[in-house]
């Protein structure tokens, strides 16, 4: 921990009061810092750089330096021995940041009761970053896609094409995958991964995403995953669909002499329909629920999922109002009637928005909380009871949100968080920590 100093020789002196010697953590003063590790045996260092020269201007800003990560000593290997397969996922992830993050700011700062964290990331120079920041244009692609999304949404994300070296749900979801698929053979490694990469790569050409609420607070109702991707070429989304599922089941089939293949259950029916006149893909996972579930509860978990193809979209919707909500998604597309962005929500973001962003998310917690309520396969009496314990809380105004822009060849953005929610948060948090002391046995 670096502790700025006015006055060096005052905190020298505090350092030698004998009860301080005992109680405070080793240190080392310098001309206007002090160096304080504490519990831990403090490393000599002949001197600190304090001369870091800062982007950011606000007055608490953490730094992150990249490119300086030494990975063989994060994760350290014995001499001749690979690293597992299980991590291969996550160590291609932060040497993909290494190679093209120089360093990271993430400025902290109260605006009037929100918080704020202004976040700037410079690349590495020459690398596949800097060279995607420089090429960058703008355009109104994540609004565009958002526009077809419905308005009740607890949560929403768009962004232009991702941008490499920079983590993502691109390299998010590959990593969590790489992590499952390392219980498989290594043919089937290979092959759920390269499907895998290429659905991926399909999807991160521009995307719009959302969680559905419900209107009603204490009402149990249906929440959906709603997506829109832009997409080059129809044909390769279609088979490259195809493609993961088959080596999904493939995988499945072949993992503990096939014990899960009665047990994960998936059905893909291709074109399954036309909904006006635009083709949809029907999919479906089952998964028993296990015991003997409670009176009024699913038996298993159903997953229903439509893929609708336009020549540059592709729309995926996930959820018990799957269809419904392809339905809404591809009438909006085919009008040009907007959704999402004509809402009271989005009218409130757009204001903080730059003219030039390049990426978006906005999410309320309250909201989010009552969707995963209604996703949980419970009884529907629990999920009342749930909704009525979630609306004793006072509704925050305002939203969480964040956006991304370039400026200067770097990568800005910025995190809000408005007072209601954390307030939201804290009441949370209380009564959380009074229940769990109510119930405690002496």
Known sequence: LLVPLTDAGQFRAF???????????????FEQYALVKPGVDLPQYTGVNIDLSLVS?????????????????LIPMPSGQTLPFSLAPIMRVLEDIKANQQRAECGLAMVGEDLSAETITTPVPGSPLQKSLTAVRPSTLPLDLAAYLPENLAYCGASEPALEGMPGMGSLIPMVFGIAASFLDGEHQRGLLMRMNALTKQCSQGRAIGLTVPASALTPGQSTLVAVYHIDNTNEATANVMNFVNEFIRGRDSLFGGALTNVIKVFHKPAYEKIAGVPVDLLKIVIPMPGQPKAG????????AHIGYFADKMVFTAGEGSREQMVGIISRIQTG??????GKRFAALRTGLPMDVRGFETLDLP?????????VPIAREDKITGLRMLGIFPAPTGVISTYQTVSDGRLLGEVRVPAGQLDFVSSMIKALLARRNATKTP
């Open 367 to 375: 909201d989010l909380c009552r969707a995963g309520i209604n996703l």
């Open 57 to 73: 201007k606000r007055d608490v800003v953490l730094v992150t330096q990249p490119a300086a990560l030494d990975l063989k000593k």
């Open 337 to 342: 009637k907007p959704g999402f962005t004509s």
């Open 15 to 29: 350092l030698a009061t004998p009860s301080v010697q005992k109680t405070f953590p080793p240190s080392q003063v």
């Open 297 to 304: 509860a699913a038996q298993a978990i159903t997953i229903e």
